[in-house]
Antibody, heavy 119, light 113 residues
């Protein structure tokens, strides 16, 4: 079955970088994108961007343009999000999610990765 | 960016009754070439990832109980939960996937009265 398995929780200091992984299985890469969505404590869902699994193209929300990089390693079906120059308000649960091949909804999600930014 | 605004922010409904959540987009999410509304609804429970309920504004995802239904077109949408069950307590989000960034509404917290 389709699975997205994310890496474990991270604690980082302000100004550092964090890299979270999302390993995909159970579906073909072609035609699918991985999206990253985060949820800060007590807040709603925030869309960060996407990466194409087979072509590698990406698109980021303008808010994160200068701090985020999404990459993939097709040999191990894993995508990564790296967020640099961390601030305390980057503390959040980060989710990866896959789009359906037939519609735009996010039909499968990773379990989430808590990133805590604290001095 | 398309702004998604949900109402109400929170809602308390008795078991077995109907819950209605509204979502309004700042511009149309109806793609005229295929007449589809690029609008999804998610259920989010604490400690779990969000779960897709509805896509194309009104199509239920496989396995979603038929007490969940979506309606609307253009800029105004509704998620209806008929005969509310205890397991439906969650935060519900609408999301547009018409244009990036694929923005979410602020969420509606549904509780039991």
């Amino acid at each position: 079955q389709v699975q997205l398995v994310q890496s474990g929780a991270e604690v980082k200091k302000p100004g550092a970088s964090v890299k979270v992984s999302c390993k995909a299985s159970g579906f073909t890469l072609t035609g699918h994108y991985i999206y990253w969505v985060r949820q800060a404590p007590g807040q709603g869902l925030e869309w960060m961007g996407w990466i194409s699994l087979n072509r590698g193209g990406s698109d980021y929300a303008q808010k994160f343009q200068d701090r985020v990089t999404m990459t993939r390693d097709t040999s191990i079906s894993t995508v990564y999000i790296e967020l640099s120059r961390l601030r305390s308000d980057d503390t959040a649960v980060y989710y990866c999610a896959k789009n359906s091949g037939s519609h735009g909804g996010f039909d499968n999600w990773g379990q989430g990765t808590l990133v805590t930014v604290s001095s | 960016d398309i702004v998604m605004t949900q109402s109400p922010d929170s809602l308390a409904v008795s078991l077995g009754e109907r819950a209605t959540i509204n979502c309004k987009s700042s511009q149309t999410v109806l793609y005229s070439s295929n007449n589809n509304n690029f609008l999804a609804w998610y259920q989010h429970k604490p400690g779990q990832p969000p779960k897709l309920l509805i896509y194309w504004a009104s199509t239920r995802e496989s396995g979603v109980p038929d007490r969940f239904s979506g309606s609307g077109s253009g800029t105004d949408f509704t998620l209806t939960i008929d005969s509310l069950q205890a397991e439906d307590v969650a935060v519900y989000y609408c999301q547009q996937y018409y244009s990036t960034p694929y923005t979410f509404g602020q969420g509606t917290k549904l509780e039991i009265k």
